[in-house]
């Protein structure tokens, strides 16, 4: 049912979008105009005045004509939300009886990739923008034993740490 409704919807919208009426709009406002000019232009005596006036109002309608058609495009977000990019990024947790295993895709060098274990929240963080909070079940004296990072693919392993 929802399948058939997208559709219909992109059927509907495909055949009486703004956009295609603007098509049309947008160039009979531009010859108006110029139209509006260009009479404008014959009262004067002077034929450079005319010629100058007919560029100038050219240019502002060039102008407008993209902004218009910018205004009315229809934009597609250049983000993604943290809720759904937190969504798609997948990690496995294997949980031992004396330890737990971290395992997960992290994007850049080694140098960039920082992992910290605060209060049963791993804090991972890896190069540009890329920032991931992961809650895990750990007991106070845990932290994390081992550290490992090849080829994008982060292994941690968090076990309880010796106390002298």
Do not use: C
Request: charged content about 25%; cysteine-free; glycine content about 6%.
């Amino acid at each position: 049912m929802d399948g058939i409704y997208r559709i219909s919807l992109a059927s509907y919208k495909s055949r009486y979008s703004n956009d295609k009426s603007l098509d049309f709009i947008i160039p009979l406002m531009v010859l108006l105009f110029l139209g509006v000019v260009y009479m404008l232009s014959l009262r004067s005596s002077e034929g450079y005045v005319s010629f100058i006036l007919i560029g100038i109002a050219a240019a502002i309608m060039i102008y407008w004509v993209r902004v218009l058609k910018k205004m009315t495009s229809e934009n597609v977000p250049q983000y993604i939300p943290k809720e759904v990019d937190a969504k798609n990024w997948v990690y496995d947790l294997i949980k031992g009886e004396k330890e737990i295993i971290f395992v997960a895709e992290v994007p850049g060098p080694e140098d960039q990739v920082t992992v910290r274990l605060i209060d049963g929240i791993l804090y991972v963080r890896g190069s540009g923008h890329f920032s991931k909070e992961v809650p895990i079940e750990t007991t106070p004296d845990m932290g994390i034993h081992d550290f490992k990072y090849r080829n994008g693919v982060l292994t941690l392993r968090i076990k309880k740490l010796e106390t002298l």
